[in-house]
């Protein structure tokens, strides 16, 4: 194992509006909101929203996932500092109207 890279999600880089979204348990840089693709998702504990990028995060294993919109192929996103789960990466859709979903990435509060 190496040393631990963090980067660093720079405001000048961002549009004016833009917000930091960072892990709830070490504050570490995770997205912004210019990265957000939908607001309409839901995690296990509420609110979620889907982000075409992510940083700072380590993936888990992939494994099918029985969610509201059907069977997914996904793996566990964990905070790459402090490695509390901070969501989910979607590897495969395998229903067709779902497929927009692939290589995407939930962050989800904490419970």
């Known amino acids: 194992m190496g040393i631990i890279y963090r980067r660093y999600i720079d405001p000048k880089d961002a549009s004016p509006s833009s ?19 939908s607001r309409a998702f839901h995690g296990q504990h509420g609110k979620a929203y889907l982000f075409n990028k992510v940083i700072n995060v380590t993936e888990g294993e992939p494994q099918d996932r029985s969610m509201t919109t059907g069977l997914h192929n996904v793996t566990d996103i964990m905070c790459a500092t402090c490695q509390t789960v901070v969501g989910w990466k979607y590897i495969k859709a395998y229903e067709e109207t779902q497929k927009y979903k692939e290589g995407k990435f939930i962050l989800v509060p904490g419970p």
């Open 19 to 37: 917000r930091i979204f960072g892990c709830l348990c070490c504050k570490t840089h995770l997205s912004s909101t210019d990265e957000i693709y």
